[in-house]
């Protein structure tokens, strides 16, 4: 998901291994695939997990998940403060209840905007970097990016939530 607020963060110290990846764009087959569960912690997925933060907060994201970078796996960033990122492995919804409706980008579909209605309350269980579980609880654009992310997974892309038509995200409304 992206956020036209973010000017960019992350810890500079831990960003020199990594790599930025190419986001794959609305349309390509792996943004519709469902991902694989993530059954032990290696070097590549590791490697991965650098490469999506990297890959996010270059790109002023708050969330990527690893089919927009072409990796059928069950791995998402979310960091919606730009200093706190949640990695998070094998997630899934446990609870969520409540509704806001507002306006969802995504990295995958650069440009675009669209109304959706999410819960404004998930909690979501996950594995971290070391595959130990942990909770999640979020709200407002945090229970957003926890669903928009988790639905990637499984193929899905807002777009298909989007109510009414898809609208133009011009430059100057990502200088507001
Ligand atoms: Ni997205």
Known sequence: MNDKNRTGAGDPGRRKKMAIRNIREYGDEVLSKKCKEVSEMTPRTRELIEDMLE??????????????????????????????????????????????TGPEGCLSLPGKSGVVTRPNYVKAVALDVNMKPYEVEGTELLARAICHELDHLDGHMYVEKVEGELQDVTAEDMED
Do not use: C, F, H, W
């Not at 270059?58 to 059928?72: D, F, K, T, Y």
């Not at 998402?76 to 990695?87: F, H, L, Q, S």
């Open 55 to 100: 890959t996010m907060y270059e790109a002023n994201g708050v969330g990527l998940a690893a089919p927009q970078v072409g990796i059928l796996k069950r791995v998402v960033v979310i960091d919606v403060t730009g200093e706190d990122p949640y990695i998070m492995i094998n997630p899934r919804i446990v609870e969520s209840s409540g509704e806001q």
